[in-house]
T-cell receptor
Framework: GESVGLHLPTLSVQEGDNSIINCAYS??????FIWYKQESGKGPQFIID?????DKRQGQRVTVLLNKTVKHLSLQIAATQPGDSAVYFC????????????FGRGTSLIVHP | ETGVTQSPTHLIKTRGQQVTLRCSSQ?????VSWYQQALGQGPQFIFQ???????GRGNFPPRFSGLQFPNYSSELNVNALELDDSALYLC?????????FGPGTRLLVL
């Protein structure tokens, strides 16, 4: 069936480096994508979203890139900090429907001081 | 903080028992979704409620049921608990497409 998946289960970086977390999706009907951050013992926290009519969207220290041709999504975190250590999930859904996102498995980001 | 609260935070039950989990939505959010998150996995959609009516359901058996109240708070009920029901149960309230998650209830079934 359709699925959202992540290429790397774990990413280790040094504090101050830039981090890139990748995600592949397979449902061509999806037109709204969200990145969530989940810290240990907490629920997922919304980071940034992007609609399919955009290729790039920037937030505070984060950028999401969408490549619809190859069905690929990435989250870039600039100047990664220890507080960024968490599991990151991408999720896809279809705007205009019930907004029920399909989550991938997640990537664990470990930031070393 | 998202303003979404869940209770209890942790719960231990035995196989065959029933459990009720509760969620209070963020003010103004008329839609709530429930998810099951197994260890090391992403959240899996259970069902969604919009203005007290079920508005979508994932691949979960009927022993998973829910309610949404006029104040938009919600309950998840699970009957005849199985060992595999052990997981973190998340609720998310939303208006339009952005969902705001609560901290979850961790359920352990022995």
């Amino acid at each position: 069936g359709e699925s959202v998946g992540l290429h790397l289960p774990t990413l280790s970086v040094q504090e101050g480096d830039n981090s890139i977390i990748n995600c592949a999706y397979s449902n061509s009907a999806s037109d709204y994508f969200i990145w969530y951050k989940q810290e240990s013992g907490k629920g997922p926290q919304f980071i940034i979203d992007i609609r399919s009519n955009m290729d790039k969207r920037q937030g505070q220290r984060v950028t999401v890139l969408l490549n619809k041709t190859v069905k690929h999504l990435s989250l870039q975190i600039a100047a990664t900090q220890p507080g960024d250590s968490a599991v990151y999930f991408c999720a896809e859904t279809q705007a205009g429907g019930s907004y029920i996102p399909t989550f991938g498995r997640g990537t664990s980001l470990i930031v070393h001081p | 903080e998202t303003g979404v609260t869940q209770s209890p935070t942790h719960l231990i039950k035995t196989r065959g028992q029933q459990v009720t989990l509760r969620c209070s939505s963020q003010s103004g959010h008329n839609t709530v979704s429930w998810y099951q998150q197994a260890l090391g996995q992403g959240p899996q959609f259970i069902f969604q409620y919009y203005r007290e009516e079920e508005n979508g359901r994932g691949n979960f058996p009927p022993r998973f049921s829910g309610l949404q109240f006029p104040n938009y708070s919600s309950e998840l009920n699970v009957n005849a608990l199985e060992l595999d029901d052990s997981a973190l149960y998340l609720c998310a309230s939303h208006i339009q497409e952005t969902q705001y998650f609560g901290p979850g209830t961790r359920l352990l079934v022995l």
